[in-house]
Every structure is written in C-alpha cells, then in structure tokens.
C-alpha cells in the first residue's frame, strides 16, 4: 500500500513538473513569435521578402496552439507602428493565401478592434486600424467594393446633423489619409465609386466652417507660406495624388513581390461597420494648421524639399511625428531614430526634423509634451550631427526672428523658453551683432521684445554678469536689470517713511527668532493710512502699513535664496492669514511684494506660486493684482502673464482634484450600498476595510466644496475676461478721442494675450462659454475682441 502511494506521488509529481515544462515551452514559444513579429522589417542579412516568407511559414505552423496570440500581436503592431503597416499587412496577405479561415478571423479581429477604438475614443488608434484594413485590399486579402462601402459609411458620418464639426472632420480625415496607401487599388477596380466618394468630401470641405483657423495659426500672415487647416491641406495633396494618378514614392509596398501568390488568394468581405453615435461626453481630436517654415528655396544643393501640396510632405511628416511619439522619452534615442530616417537619401532630412520638431512645439494650443523635451531633442540632434543640424537650427533661427512680427503670442513665449535653453547649452554663442538694428525700434516691436525676453530667461539659467558681458554694447538696454530686492526701509530717506523704525524692530525681533504672536505685537501701534479723518471707518478695514511693513520686512530677510523665503513664509503664515483677511489685503501683500522683488521676476513668481499654495492669497485677488493700474506698464513683459496662467492652473487643478475625489467617493459609496447585503459574518470581516468609506453625508459635504470652487473658478474667468475687456476697449476710446491708430504693438499684443487665456484653458473656459457670452462678450463689443471670442467657440463646435 505504501509502495503504490509513493508510485502515485512520483506520478502526480512528475505529472505537475510535465505540466509546468509545457507552460514554460508555450512561454517560450509565445515570446519569439511575439519577438519576431516585432523586429520583422528591420535591418537584416536577408531580404525583406525572405524574412516574410520565412515568418509565414513559422505563424502558420504555429496557427493551432497560439491563434489568438498571433492575432492580438499582428493587430497591435499595425497599430503602434503604422510605418510598417504594409509589411504586416503583407504577412497577413501571405497567411490568407496559406489559410483562408485565419485570414477570415484576421479579418473580423482588426474590424472588432476598429469598431473598440471607436468607441472608446481612441481616434488615433481607430485611424491606423483603418488605414491597415485599407492595405489588406493591396494584399487581397480584403474586396476594394467591401472597404469603399465602409469608406462611404464614414464618410456619411460627416453630413450627420447636431454633432459637433470636430468629430464630422475626423470621420473625413480618417478616410483621406487611408487613400495614399489604396488610392491606387480602388482607382484601378473602382474608379466611378471613388470618384463619387471625394465628390462627397469635396461638398463637405466647401462647406465646412473654418472660424477657428485664425486662433490656430503660429503666424498671422501667409506670406512667404501659406498657413493651411490641415483638413484643407491633406486635401489638396490628396487631389495632387489623385493627378499622378495616384502614384507616390515614399510607401514600401513588399506586396508586390508576392503578387503572383497573393492574386490567388480568396477575398474576404467586410461585415458592416456602423460607427457609434456622439455622446455629450466624448472628446474629439482637435482641429490643426500646418505648420509650414521651409521650402525647397532654403535647403542648400542636395534632395529636393518635397513640395507642400506633394503626398510625399504629409508622409515623411507623418513618420517622423510617429517617431517622436514613439520615442520622446528617450532623447539620445529619440535623435538618433530621427536621424536614421528610411528615406534620408531622398529628402533633405535635417530641415524636415527640424520643421517637424518646430510644429509639435507650436502646435496650439499645447505641444503634446513638455517643452523641453523638444529642446532637450534639438540638442541631441546638434551633438550626432554637428556638421549640418547646428547651421539648419541657426538658419530656422533666424527665418523664425525675421516673421515673428506675426507669431501667435504663445508661441512666441514658447520660441523665448527654447531659444534661452538651447543657447545656455552651448556657452550662450550667438550671432546677437546681426541684431543690433533691433534697438532703434519701439520697446514694445516683437522682435526688441524677443530679445528681452530671451535674456530675462537667460538670467535664470545663468547669472547676471555672464549675461551682461555676453550681451554686445547696442543691445545692453535689453539686459535685464541687477536681480536683488529694493528694500525702501534701508534706502536713502527711509527716516521719513511712517513704518521705518517698526519694520526695523521687526527686523531685531525676527533675527532673534520671535514668534509670529510677538511679530503681530510690534506692528500693534501702527496707524492705518485708510481711517486718518475719518473716524466713521469700520474698525475690520485692513491696515496697508502693517502689510507693507510685514510683507517687505519679512521677505527682504528672506531673500538670500528662495529657501529662505519659503521658511519665513511656513514660520509667520499665521500672521499673513491675520494681516490678509480680505481681497483688498490680498492685493495689498501682492503689491508688496511686486515692490520688493519687481527686478528679479522669477522669485515673483515663485511667491505668488507659494502663496497661492498656502492660501495666503487667493486667485481672484492674483488676476485683480495682475490687471490693475500699477501693472499696465508691464503688460508686453512675459512674466505678467507667467502669474496669470499659473494663478489659473492653481484654479483648474483644485477644481479637477474636487471632482475626483467626488466621483471616487460616489463610487465608493455605491459599491458599499450594493455590498450591503452581504452576510453579517462577511461584514464582520469587511469592517476594517470599509470604515473608512465615506457616508452620504461626507459625499454632500464634497458636493458643497466643488461647487463652491466651480464658483470660484467661473469667478476668477469673469475677472480675467472682464478685465482684458476694460483694457482693450479703454485703449480704443482713447486712441478714437486722439485719432490716432488703435492696432499698436501693444493693442495687438494684449489681444493675443485674451486669445491665448482662451486656447491654454479651452477646457475649463468651455463650460461657461454661454455665461461668457451672455455678460461680457455680447454684440456691442469691439469686432476684433468678439471675433477672439468666436474663433474660441468655434473650436470644439
């Protein structure tokens, strides 16, 4: 008996351990299907068309254990690497031709994923599962009159009515940017019912609205390059194609080589594919302008620029912004796939990076990454190829400094931020004598502003007598003054000042680590200026001394480095919470610190940062600070409007932290009340992990708190907007009265800065856009501050 017992154990152990090789061998197997399907296409000692062969013959051997493996992983490479759609699509193709029922289930697989895509919102992702179904028609594996019904579903989806023009324009984007990759396969077998489907699309562009064009633009002008939507763009190549008879030069087609295989092969057909109505909640891909800088005129001898209108453009830039997505967080390898583009022999590959590069960083109204991460690439791309990036990086330069009288103000603030960066990374050498015309222009012109800017940024990665001696002799005005704070109560006729010998004991008592209970003592005996004649003042007005006194005191002790400051600001924060009671109070600890701190604009910004953080002050005192008539001199400077986007995003991010932290309690709560019926035993068990759910009454208390900070946020935009509005039409009354012209340089520039508050936070400004409408931005206005209005609506209309 014990014999057989261990017989049956050895049995059952080496049953386990049999089992467990053959997870592991199936592993094994899984991983390099799955690590041959991905490298597919690179570099090789074999040819392309023996590597695919040879792949085929593996997936098909491999078809009845790891079926559903090879569909996922086909699919997802066809979608996250879209340039190597025709290799996969050819694999397919070879498969089909080997196994009819695989290709059918391929088929289905990728429509399944389309139709996903679609629903979820992922618009990208929806294109390339359609432009791969496109391809399989190349291959045969799919009918060209089963994907042109599908191509007319969507392009029905264009003339729907009551949806937003955003989602009308994708359906239509969709299906022209299929069309280089199987223009040519449906004009040969279906030339008449693609010849009716552009008909349809050309109506649709005709009549399409492009009010947002203007707000989307890097320049306002269009010469020496016209500034296209990018609808209107793609269709004029598309039409370019279309008179080559819908021949282009920059697709592989590996199929080609296997059409004797491939033309044998059964074809399948499409089910039908009816796309997901619009929901109130879904989010469309916005519309976009082409960003154009070079043409073929500016690249020296070599390969030809392809022209605007040319497929070949939208191609090569396509690609090299899927590179860029693919590989941004990465910036060695990001540059180095950049610069070991497939076709670089063809085209003048430096200046087509570099003017890609330059459109994610312009793309309004936010570059899909960081700033610096494009500056971070440039820089890369400057060190593998120094004989050529650093002269196309100083020629785009200079081409950007000469139409920058016309740039979008943001991203003239963007060119300011990568300009500063990428020169302090090579020891600040720059040609600045070929700017020195610049000087005898009015201070506020773009390009004498530019120049402030960029050294005021210098400034912050440098230090100020590095960029004093940088700077050449004509340009020196543009240097920014010694950053370090005025301290009037130190300065020459401080006597007379009435809290010069209070701030001088706060000083003492601060240096010997007072409280900020003794703090508030020595400000005790100070007068408040607002109630001197007049005795009928209510006794809780705030007391502008003792800010004055406090904030400059404070702070001044604090500026040895930002550290200091914050400490000081964390040790006496009770005392600003006692002296900032009120908005008036608020604006008056701003003024203050603007006044101490006005030559170092960075720690400004820092500060207020902080306070906003610390709730010392709050947003809508910021904006009110920021508009009022002390700082109307400043408005062309950028840290102005650095605060003000900031005080904003302070704003948006405690209201979308609200919001979360609701949704995430109601959930919470619901899943609690479904749970309830559980057994009493289960609950038992359960007690210690849901004591901390939240009850009805915590989830009304969090409802109350966001939408009181709806209400400040609505707040704070109607100040902005209100104010933006007074400026503006104050300006033009007055430049009426005088005669004068109204458009200057800094009329122009403050209405960009209206239109930039409205592209940087479309988002948040979008739900209140009819309160908006209704109170500030009504037909009484100036036509040139609501058309501002009217491009922003237009956006996601």
């Not at 500034?227 to 080609?256: F, G, M, T, V």
């Not at 604090?558 to 040790?571: L, M, N, R």
């Not at 458009?743 to 948040?764: G, I, M, S």
Request: hydrophobic residues 40%; glycine residues 2%; negative net charge.
């Amino acid at each position: 008996m014990n014999r057989r017992r261990a017989h049956e154990e050895e049995d059952g152990y080496e049953r386990l351990n049999r089992k467990r090789r053959r997870v592991s061998e199936n592993q094994e197997i899984e991983d390099r299907l799955e690590s041959l399907i991905l490298r597919v296409g690179e570099k090789s000692s074999s040819s392309l068309e023996s590597n695919l062969e040879g792949l085929a013959s593996v997936l098909e051997a491999d078809l009845s254990t790891f079926r559903v493996k090879i569909l996922r992983i086909l699919t997802e490479c066809a979608i996250r690497m879209p340039e190597k759609c025709t290799i996969y699509a050819t694999l397919v193709g070879l498969l089909n031709a080997k196994n009819y029922n695989f290709g059918g289930e391929f088929v289905d697989y990728i429509v399944k994923t389309f139709k996903e895509n679609l629903k979820t919102g992922k618009w990208n992702a929806a294109r390339y599962c359609l432009r791969f179904i496109s391809d399989l028609v190349n291959c045969h594996v799919l009918a060209a009159s089963s994907l042109l019904t599908l191509l007319e579903t969507l392009v029905d989806c264009a003339n729907e009515d009551g949806v937003p023009q955003v989602r009308r324009d994708w359906f239509v984007f969709a299906v022209l940017s299929t069309l280089p990759w199987v223009g040519r396969e449906l004009y040969e077998k279906k030339e008449s019912q693609l010849d009716h489907l552009l008909v349809t699309i050309d109506v649709f562009l005709n009549k399409r609205s492009k009010k947002h064009w203007p707000a989307l633009k890097v320049w306002s002008a269009d010469v020496p390059h016209l500034q296209e939507e990018y609808l209107d763009c793609l269709w004029a190549q598309i039409k370019k194609l279309r008179q080559d008879n819908w021949s282009e030069k920059h697709i592989p087609r590996p199929y080609l080589a296997f059409d004797s295989i491939l033309c044998e092969a059964l074809q399948h057909t499409l089910p039908t594919i009816q796309p997901p109505p619009h929901n109130d909640g879904d989010n469309y891909p916005m519309p976009r302008v082409i960003f154009r800088m070079f043409d073929y005129t500016d690249c020296p001898d070599g390969p030809v620029l392809p022209g605007a209108h040319s497929i070949e453009r939208f191609l090569i830039e396509e690609h090299l912004h899927n590179i860029i997505e693919a590989y941004h967080l990465e910036r060695k390898e990001c540059a180095a796939q950049l610069l070991c583009f497939p076709y670089k022999a063809k085209i003048p590959l430096e200046y087509c990076i570099v003017e890609v590069i330059f459109a994610e960083l312009f793309n309004l109204p936010t570059p899909r990454y960081l700033e610096i991460c494009y500056g971070s690439i440039l820089i890369e791309l400057c060190k593998l190829q120094p004989s050529t990036m650093p002269q196309v990086l100083a020629q785009a330069t200079e081409i950007l400094f000469m139409r920058i009288d016309t740039m979008n103000i943001a991203c003239f603030d963007r060119l300011v931020n990568w300009f500063a960066y990428h020169i302090s990374n090579f020891q600040y050498r720059w040609s600045w004598d070929d700017w020195e015309a610049c000087a005898q222009l009015d201070p506020d012109h773009p390009k004498p502003r530019f120049i402030r800017e960029v050294l005021g940024k210098c400034l912050r990665l440098s230090y100020h007598q590095r960029i004093k001696d940088m700077t050449p002799e004509a340009l020196s005005a543009f240097v920014p003054l010694k950053p370090e704070p005025i301290y009037k109560y130190s300065m020459e006729g401080a006597a007379s000042l009435p809290g010069t010998e209070a701030a001088h004991q706060l000083v003492v008592c601060v240096r010997n680590k007072c409280t900020p209970e003794e703090a508030l003592n020595v400000l005790r005996e100070l007068p408040n200026p607002l109630r001197e004649g007049d005795s009928t003042a209510a006794h809780t007005a705030y007391n502008p001394l003792k800010i004055d006194v406090f904030v400059q005191t404070l702070l001044n002790l604090g500026s040895k480095s930002i550290s200091h400051s914050f400490a000081a600001i964390s040790k006496f924060h009770y005392v600003f919470k006692i002296l900032a009671e009120s908005e008036e109070a608020q604006i008056c600890v701003l003024r203050n610190v603007w006044e101490l701190w006005q030559r170092h604009s960075q720690v400004v910004c820092v500060l207020v940062d902080k306070m906003l953080k610390t709730q010392i002050v709050e947003c809508s005192a910021v904006a009110t600070w920021l508009f009022s008539k002390e700082m109307a001199p400043y408005f062309t400077h950028g840290y102005l409007w650095e605060i003000l986007h900031l005080t904003i995003d302070k704003m948006n991010k405690h209201v979308s932290k609200l919001s979360k932290e609701l949704q995430e309690a109601r959930e919470a709560l619901a899943r609690d009340e479904s749970s309830s019926s559980e057994s009493e035993d289960e609950s038992g068990n359960k007690k210690k992990k849901d004591q901390f759910k939240p009850t009805e009454e915590a989830v009304e208390r969090m409802e109350e708190r966001l939408e009181m900070a709806h209400t400040d946020q609505k707040r704070l935009f109607l100040i902005v907007f209100q104010r933006f509005i007074m400026i503006l039409s104050e300006h033009l009354v007055r430049a009426d009265t005088d005669a004068r012209d109204p458009h200057t340089h800094w009329y122009r520039a403050t209405l960009a800065r209206l239109r930039q508050v409205f592209l940087l936070h479309h988002e948040q400004v979008q739900k209140y856009s009819s309160t908006l409408e209704t109170l500030l931005f009504t037909q009484d206005l100036d036509p040139h501050i609501l058309d501002v209005f009217h491009q922003f609506i237009a956006l996601t209309a």
